[in-house]
């Protein structure tokens, strides 16, 4: 089933008051990680051209297998499908061997943290 994704971004904001913030509410920094992906899509590339994509992320020893349709320019228009791959280079083998290309490599420092709120309705 595909589950919708809800993502915004925050434009010209004071990043060090948000972190000091998000840590005042018990936010947990998770540490600088190295996060390595790769996007592909359709060897004749229509899914690009459809705003379509297979991502394969990893990061702390675990690999992440993606699809996302980017259906609307929306904070609530992008849909997704993702589970943990025990092996990423043999899911990348596999997606090759099924018709999928890789587009591009990416590796970049993450810094996540991780806050979780119950909210009273």
Not at 47 to 75: C, G, M, P
Not at 79 to 93: G, L, N
Request: net charge negative; charged share 35%.
């Amino acid at each position: 089933m595909i589950e919708p994704e809800i993502e915004c971004r925050f434009l010209e904001i004071d990043k060090e008051a948000l972190v000091k913030k998000l840590h005042e509410l018990g936010a947990e920094d998770l540490g600088e990680h190295l996060l390595e992906e790769v996007i592909m899509y359709d060897k004749d590339l229509v899914w690009k051209e459809a705003n379509r994509f297979v991502r394969l992320r990893t990061y702390d020893n675990k690999t992440i297998l993606s699809y996302k349709e980017h259906r609307e320019q929306t904070v609530d228009g992008t849909h997704e499908i993702e589970f943990e791959v025990p092996d990423s280079q043999k899911a990348k083998h596999f997606l090759e061997h099924i018709g999928l290309v890789a587009e591009r490599y990416q590796e970049k420092n993450d810094t996540p943290l991780s806050l979780i709120m119950s909210l009273l309705i």
